[in-house]
């Protein structure tokens, strides 16, 4: 090769260089590379603010970006999921739901549709409901809960968190389950429902352990079953619905993430990875076991199969029930 076409080489393999170099680092951008925001349909302070912040923290660690957790409460979390809906599907917007959100879209019409505007990504964590009674109902068991409910119809009190919650539909489910005519009493949130059920006024509800725990080893309230397919850990001498006689109830009050439809395969699969090693933490793990809850972190398709499956079960019970929305 002559210097001049040695020249000519040099030079186009030069020009070729510098229009790959810019192309190549934009196509090897990490993600992330700036905040991540994750906006939560609850006030501070609930639940699912409460696992939303615990991953956050191992999340951001995992990931270098700092995981900004965005409150917007309001309309059972139709504010935050319609705001997450339209977000851009880069994954820097993800929205942590409970199962309530579920439920609500069932009975409401909403401006997203959590199927048809969402990528799931993970079921986070869950914490099965209980059955708790007040302790001056002549009741040791669900044999015997049924029987005094049978005997004693429409007089019977179950508290709810608000008209067609997750709540409602566990204990309407329990009244179809076992040809028994309950009451329902709802309320704005589990606090003030909590508040007349420890004062008696209501007689039983159906509500997470994370909600009811403290209260039942406080024995201000009575535990007749759980609503799983397995005991818990934290309890295990009190039985599933199942074991007690009531055929297929599960109710459970889960947490996930959910990211805007389109999100790059790539990048649901990085986030799904992180919240696996983050709820696997111990420290992590032991937070969530307080409040009767156990991390989970499912794949994004087992995700999605659990959302398909919690919709078809609410709208039976919904339809059955005859339960409308606001």
Do not use: C
């Not at 991953?55 to 059972?76: C, I, K, M, W």
């Not at 009190?157 to 076992?178: K, R, V, Y």
């Amino acid at each position: 090769m002559n210097r001049r076409s040695w020249i000519s080489v040099t030079a186009g393999l030069a020009a070729a260089l510098s229009i790959a170099a810019p192309h190549g680092a934009a196509q090897g951008t990490a993600y992330p590379a700036k905040p991540i925001r994750m906006t939560v349909s609850s006030g501070a302070g609930g639940g699912l603010d409460f696992v939303a912040r615990l991953v956050a923290t191992p999340l951001s660690e995992a990931l270098g970006q700092s995981v900004v957790v965005d409150n917007r409460a309001g309309a059972s979390g139709s504010i935050a999921a319609g705001l997450a809906s339209r977000a851009a599907p880069d994954g820097y917007t993800v929205m942590m739901l409970s199962a309530s959100l579920v439920v609500y879209g069932i009975v409401n019409k909403t401006p997203y549709d959590l199927f048809r505007d969402f990528d799931p990504v993970t079921q986070v964590a869950a914490s099965p409901y209980i059955l708790t009674v007040h302790p001056s109902l002549p009741v040791k068991s669900v044999t015997d809960l049924i029987a005094h409910a049978k005997a004693n119809p429409s007089k019977l009190n179950f508290a709810s968190t608000g008209n067609a919650s997750l709540a409602h539909l566990a204990g309407e489910l329990f009244a179809i389950s076992t040809a028994t005519q309950l009451v329902h009493v709802p309320y704005k949130g589990v606090g003030a429902a909590l508040t007349d059920m420890l004062s008696g006024q209501i007689q039983l509800s159906f509500l997470s352990g994370g909600s009811v725990y403290s209260q039942v080893r406080a024995q201000r309230l009575r535990a007749l079953a759980i609503a799983s397919t397995t005991r818990a850990k934290m309890a295990p001498e009190l039985p599933t619905m199942i074991e007690a006689g009531v055929p297929g109830y599960l109710v459970t009050h889960w947490h996930g993430l959910l990211a805007p439809r389109g999100t790059p395969r790539a990048v649901i699969d990085r986030l799904h990875q992180e919240i696996v090693k983050a709820v696997q933490r111990p420290e992590v793990a032991s937070r969530l076991a307080l409040d009767g809850t156990e991390g989970v972190a499912s794949s994004p398709k087992e995700f999605a199969a659990h959302l398909r499956s919690e919709r078809e079960q609410w709208s039976k019970v919904a339809k059955a029930a005859d339960i409308r929305g606001n």
